[in-house]
């Protein structure tokens, strides 16, 4: 049963139009990438204030959970106002978002947590043919980067305390 709702995952996820990029050798690096997608532009922002541009632009590949603007409006102001006043704290909660290496749509749906650069683990679980990691549900999969893939989450994830 379990296989059969990984396919469903798996055929879900791959069905998206950014499944069909990532087979193409991507040009542009996570940063680059996020850049250019409007619904990325808070994530880009705080990835800078956050002094991370090298990181997620080098030739390391990473996977970025990446939450869209929307996702951000749902954290409260002074959740994100806190988060602008404390670089270290901003970085973690950035660093929560990326796992090492590239991991696509295909992997994730077979894992059932990962570590992240922060250090802490997030959860990954599909249900009824949906990925989540942690709360967050992956809306679309597989955008590639020179660099890594960028998975599009509807919510921010929080490290653990």
Do not use: W
């Amino acid at each position: 049963m379990k296989r059969i709702v990984i396919a469903l995952a798996c055929a879900a996820v791959a069905a998206t139009p950014a499944a069909a990029s990532a087979a193409s050798a991507p040009q542009k690096n996570i940063v680059e990438t996020a850049a250019a997608a409007p619904q990325f532009s808070t994530l880009v922002s705080l990835v800078r204030k956050a002094g991370l541009v090298r990181t997620l632009s080098g030739r390391t590949a990473y996977t970025v959970f990446a939450p869209t603007n929307a996702a951000f409006d749902r954290v409260p102001r002074r959740t994100l106002a806190a988060l602008g006043r404390d670089r270290a704290m901003l970085k973690a909660v950035l660093l929560y978002h990326v796992v090492s290496g590239r991991v696509t749509a295909r992997a994730v749906v077979r894992l059932d947590s990962a570590r992240t650069v922060n250090g802490a683990r997030v959860a990954i679980r599909v249900r009824r043919g949906k990925v989540y990691v942690n709360d967050a549900q992956v809306t679309k999969a597989d955008i590639g980067a020179s660099n890594g893939v960028v998975h599009q989450i509807n919510r921010v994830l929080l490290p653990p305390s």
